[in-house]
């Protein structure tokens, strides 16, 4: 077996796997490198966001719902439920065949597609060679004409709460506790922050979530963030902001966590405890000092807009790169190497990167926010809608929330939707589309959508916009 | 792959020229060779045509922009697949379709509208053709025609002479009447009769002539190497750049050589004690020249924070009379446009410029050997009445000395 390729991509996230595939569909010779290995010695594909992120964070998110429903909301249906629990256990075990299933999956698709999968940890070297050290710790050297390096990210760690097997956590393991902690603290409320949170909170935990900063959810839209907060609140997670942790002491089997508020020191008692302050991109041992690729003053991968790095021919994507720190972004960025290295002129349009949030309600999210939009001082018309007038939410007993569009005074093209409700992450994909064919505000309101559906809200508050949306007054237009 | 679409280099004598007309826009498809956009100056309309087959990727300048010789007018995307120029046309399509067009029956078939751009175009009586799409692969959005609306408007209130303006027949967004040698008269912007006017002092009054130099810039680009980060995190920011040490440099050689630093007062010869170092600084409305007062005494951070303020604020059309008065000594970076090599003219009553241009990679000869060395040729103007020809040399040595040895800056040697 040759050691030469047209494509070497390293790492086997979403942003890798997905640009390894479609390397090798426009006929490239691709191998692909992945270092995560199981404990039984077997390759583990699909990365941060298969095996401990996107796709296990959801299947909890989802059993965790379900018991919610049972415990809460199921005899408002008329259906009587005695006492529902939680068996952790299977709840676990559902989790961990989804994912053994979807990175079988993306294994059963690299053989589909011709790409030779590599098991070890890649290093660039200089002039494209990829040395990569398998888990006996041979090294062996590849050659490439194009490499793209998609080794993602990984959590943050602060001083004051040090990882501790059994009791402070990262998100990975958040995953993965095998009972329901009595009292769960969680230090950032970010997206895995409430993601998490959320998950044990439902399934009975006592839930504090300690923030540092004085504004909720700072990036998103913030009408959206104080109806959120206010949902949160109502589920019972205790959100302290302007919060910051100074330690941690573990006795006696809990852990003490100290932190300082607005009003001074303040003391926390918890079992178990998630640092979700952010993620930091994965580039030790990656670069050798010769390779040519250089990092940005943040620790990113430097790349231009097409993910292209110093080097003609070496592409960086996904988490290690500038940008949103989502597995699509990811993605897109992966098919936009591979192409690019064909001789395709792709491009992705990082105006139109959808966010969500998968709690309940979900949060999500595409384009400018009111509060970006005044920033910049660009002149907008807002409208928005409830799903407490829409049919189909009352139907499924999930009222809250509303979505809201933000389209330019003057040419009245859509320049932001921001939704929060029920289903949100998959109506937001309604607004991600029509943004990308500059849709105005009118267009969305002159389009047909199906009754009854939580869709009709985005169109209510497309009309809304221009002060005509039928089924809910229409307000005068604020500024 | 982006490239820039530049003004063409202007004819000599011709200071500016003004962006007439774009004949593609931003998406549309073109071919090599084609004709993209026209620059008219007072002797002559120029034609910018397409390096390759691409899309016109950006317009920087406008209709009715003023522009200087070479400069950056767009962007350029060779190789790439956009548009096609169906809405666009020029009038001679449109005319021709005039009395027979079904505004619904044509549109239909050739261009895809979105639902309120449908409804827009028909409620306005617009043939889709004239409207300009910016929309994916062609298609006409709302946006596009509010647009198409709004200058359709501002054209007619305008240009009321127009011949082909009638009341049902579209009229394209074009500043300049189509037709043959057609011309059109703009009065000068006061910024541009009192800039016409001192560039015209400058050289009658004066005995203005210019010496050269060349400086290897290499030193001052390993300094910034190095130390760019920490200075851009020391300084809050401030970003390192090549003004502030050619700014210092000059500073330090104006003390050397005070008739450089001097203006001339009717009769009488004036020597400044301190340096107040313009920095000219090129805007849409033409060239302006603020002033760092008390340059000598600038830090480097100081220097480039304050040179970053002019430039918004020569943007944004906010600089005060006192901040572009008073100068002793002017620097003028051509280099930014790509000028290799110019003779700058007097900032009046100041008797000496200085020229900085564009850093070029040259093989030069060092010890004996060759060398491939990153190069600005650096030129001095200067007012031989006041300065003698070996002090102007001299003085430029220095800068190049300075430049070449950045620690003699600090050193003051």
Redesign the interface.
Known sequence: MSNKYDVIVIGAGPGGYVAAIRCAQLGLKTACVEKWTSDAGKQVLGGTCLNVGCIPSKALLESSHKFEEAKHELDQHGIQVENPAIDVAKMMERKDTIVKNLTGGIASLFKANGVTSIQGTGRLLAGKQVEVTDTKGDTTVYEADNVILATGSKPVEIPPAPITEGYIVDSTGALEFDEVPKRLGVIGAGVIGLELGSVWARLGSEVTVIEAQDTFLSLVDQQIAKEALKQFKKQGLDIKLKAMVTGTDIKRGLINVSYKDSKGAQELKVDKLIVGVGRSPVTDGLLAPDSGVNLD?RGFIFVDEHCQTDVPGIYAVGDVVRGPMLAHKGMEEGVMAAERIAGQ?TQVNYECVPGVIYTHPEIAWVGQSEEQLKADGVDYNVGICPFAANGRAMAANNTAGMVKVLA?S????VLGVHIIGQNASELITQAVIAM?????A??L???MFAHPTLSETFHEAALAVGGHAIHIANKKKRK | MSTEIKAPTFPESVADGTVATWHKQPGEQVARDELIVDIETDKVVLEVVAPDDGVVEEIIKNEGDVVLSGEVIGKFKAGATGSSAKATESKPESSSEKATADESGVASSDIIMSPAAKKLVEENGLNPKDVNATGKDGRLTKEDVVNHLESKKSVAQSAPAEKTAQASEPVPAANIPQGERAEKRVPMTRLRASIARRLLDASQSTAMLTTFNEVNMKPLMELRKQYKDLFEKTHNGTKLGFMSLFVKAAAEALKRFPAVNASIDGDDIVYHGYQDIGVAVSTEKGLVVPILRDADMMSLATIEGTIKQFGQKAKDGKLTIEEMTGGTFTISNGGVFGSLMSTPILNPPQTAILGMHKIQERPMAVNGEVVILPMMYLALSYDHRMIDGKEAVQFLVTIKELIEDPARILLEI
């Open positions: 003053e002129k330019d003057k040419t009245d093209r990308e064919f500059g849709s105005s009118e267009d309101g002159l389009t």
